[in-house]
């Protein structure tokens, strides 16, 4: 392998190493609300629920999931919130739920 191939070669692996990394960043990276709950973002809600944006949207226009903006224009969910959504959907149950 030449040089330059090489070369090429560390771009892509250390382009993909920084994309990992911001993942990660990412995903360990807690927002705490006002109440110590776990705030979520659109990308995280949409990671955890498996859909897109614009159904995240749908939700919100719905208001079918409680959602909160910042100064900065972003939305937010707060965790607990989420979970009793999920829980409407029949897409988790209960903590406490041992009918099994």
């Not at 360990?28 to 629920?49: H, P, Q, S």
């Not at 614009?54 to 900065?72: E, G, S, V």
């Amino acid at each position: 392998m030449d040089n330059k191939s090489f070369e090429d070669w560390m771009k892509i692996l250390l382009g993909r190493f920084d994309k990992i990394d911001k993942t990660l960043d990412r995903m360990n990276k807690l927002k705490e609300c006002f109440d110590g709950d776990a705030l979520l973002d659109n990308y995280d809600l949409c990671k955890l629920l498996g859909v897109t944006k614009r159904t995240i949207a749908r939700y919100r226009q719905k208001k079918l999931i409680p959602y909160y903006t910042y100064d900065n224009g972003r939305v937010y969910y707060k965790a607990s919130e989420v979970e009793e959504f999920m829980i409407k959907k029949g897409k988790i149950r209960k903590k406490d739920d041992t009918s099994e």
